[in-house]
């Protein structure tokens, strides 16, 4: 018994000096990573927000997700850099940007609202994925002028009806957040997220996000629910487009059935697998946004 007690503890001892390397040469990388992506920042009436602004033609205004920043809003739709404007900005307390206000979908919206304004952009599309769909649907009810059309790309939904109960809380524990915590349960990312574990490596430098992603959890995520009044999407006459995989674990296809007929104008696409990205459907999706960009330029 005390060998395999030994043996165990070893085995533990072992892991965790492999995840610290691990975590440790990522880290390197994704600060490489990011210093080779050609960042501007805007500076607005509250602070700071730094974004990327590459490509001509239809402007395209890329929300991210949680543990994002410029560099996920930019990845999710590089592949549209020669036939659009892409606008990536990093959303409050992600990679340099600042928070205005107390940091709600709204004060998000306002501050889209200003950075379309500091570069002198009248209107775009916004693309929104994950944990960004609050705050884009939030930016299209209370600037609608600004707002060609609005796609959803395996993103957060509102709610049919005013929850009851609903998790006040919606993001990974603050003990969590650290590099070298996401590297320890890294292992679990394929059954808890639905994401390989690998994901862990695009997360990078968590430090840099965290004040975001606890705003996400406590205030973006909850909002739908929180305040369902709020969200009056029956009013959001602006052309919208649903790209959803209905295998999706972190977004689950069944809130987009049980909300698709609030939008009045609605195009869903569906693909039966691909998770949470989407995987495996690159051309089916560049196809949908061509088709939805043109009929609504």
């Known amino acids: 018994m005390k060998w395999v007690i030994s043996a165990f503890l ?149 709610v049919n009806e005013k929850p009851e109960t609903y998790l006040e809380y919606q993001a990974p524990p603050e003990p969590l957040l650290s590099d070298y915590a996401m590297y320890l349960i890294s292992p679990l990312m394929p059954a808890l997220m639905g994401m390989p574990a690998s994901t862990v490596e695009t997360i990078q430098p968590i430090s840099e996000r965290k004040v975001g992603v606890v705003l996400d959890g406590k205030l973006t995520n909850p909002d739908m629910e929180r305040n369902f009044d709020q969200y009056p999407i029956e009013e959001l006459n602006l052309p919208v487009l649903i790209l959803h995989s209905e295998d999706d674990p972190v977004a689950i296809f069944e809130k987009v059935e049980n909300v698709q007929h609030r939008f009045p104008n609605l195009k869903l696409v569906t693909f039966p697998d691909g998770g949470h990205m989407m995987t495996g459907h690159g051309e089916e999706i560049d196809q949908a946004l061509d088709n939805f960009l043109n009929q609504n330029k």
């Open 10 to 158: 070893m085995i533990i001892v072992l892991y965790f000096l492999i995840q610290g390397i691990r975590c440790s040469k990522g880290l390197n990388k994704a600060k490489n990573k990011l210093n080779s992506y050609p960042v501007k920042t805007a500076d607005l009436s509250y602070g700071t927000m730094t974004y990327i602004d590459q490509g001509q033609g239809e402007v395209i205004l890329s929300v991210h997700g949680i543990f994002g920043g410029y560099d996920q809003a930019y990845e999710s739709i590089k592949n549209r850099e020669a036939k659009n404007r892409l606008l990536a900005p990093s959303r409050f307390g992600y990679l340099g940007s600042a928070v205005k206000g107390t940091g709600t979908p709204e004060d998000q919206a306002t501050a889209f609202n200003e950075l379309l304004e500091y570069l002198g952009i009248d209107q775009v599309f916004v693309l929104a994925t994950s944990a960004g769909g609050t705050p884009a649907i939030r930016f299209a009810l209370d600037y609608p002028e600004r707002v060609k059309g609005l796609i959803l790309f395996c993103s957060a939904m509102p």
